[in-house]
């Protein structure tokens, strides 16, 4: 049976969600984050040398990392609705919202919550003004344009579609479904984004997605 290491907050509630829809059997080790510095526990370690989540085992293999994993599962156990020819237009549009999901979508999420954590950080009081002013001029002048510019694009691309490649649910979906809650869940998606909106509606919706949320618990990404 699959065995996914489960992470709480973590990329790992995709994965759930992907398992639930091709409803396949699979077991849920779970994993706390430590309270203080919000890192994996070093017992992760012992199923991948990185200690980090999403990791699943099956059939003797361990895999990890979130995309490895969704291709993976797609292609022993997807049904042919996911399976794009390879070369096609669908195909094309699959992979690439696959990879944008953490080659462009993520970066720039991951950096401002960084940033974000840097102005809470202890330090010295005379120093505090200064990284303040350095966090906020960072957040203004290149983080958030970055954010705009990239769910606008999103946006865009969701005009008129059920799904990222269409009417096909795919790994796409899977890929981009963190991105897009972590943004939401951070008020990064405001009115002028309906069709992300819609979007994340229609997927919270699923019944597979709500089964995966409850057994993995929800997504509190940190502000």
């Known amino acids: ?50 200690g980090k989540s999403p990791v699943i085992t099956d059939a003797g293999k361990t895999i990890a990392e979130s995309g490895a994993i969704t291709e993976y599962l797609i292609h022993h156990y997807g049904p042919d609705s996911m399976k794009f020819d390879v070369g096609s237009e669908a195909w094309l549009q699959g992979t690439y919202w696959s990879h944008f999901a953490e080659g462009t979508a993520m970066p720039f999420l991951v950096m401002k919550l960084v940033f974000s954590q840097i102005k809470r950080a202890p330090m010295p009081f005379f120093v505090k003004p200064v990284a303040g002013q350095i966090v906020n001029k960072v957040m203004s002048s290149f983080l958030q344009p970055n954010i705009d510019n990239t769910l606008a694009y999103i946006n865009d691309h969701l005009q008129g579609k059920t799904w990222f490649v269409d009417e096909t649910l795919s790994a796409a979906d899977f890929q981009m479904s963190f991105p897009l809650l972590a943004a939401a ?12 909106q819609r979007y994340l509606e229609r997927m919270q919706q699923r019944p597979a997605f709500q089964k995966a949320i409850e057994k993995g618990g929800p997504l509190q990404v940190m502000s």
């Open 185 to 196: 869940a951070r008020e990064d998606i405001p009115a002028q984004y309906p069709n992300i």
């Open 1 to 50: 049976m699959i065995i996914v290491h489960h992470l709480e907050n973590s990329r790992s509630q995709r994965v759930l969600w992907l398992l639930e829809e091709l409803a396949v059997p699979y077991e849920i080790k779970n994993y706390q984050r430590d309270k203080k510095t919000m890192l994996a526990p070093a017992s992760l370690k012992a199923v991948h040398p990185l």
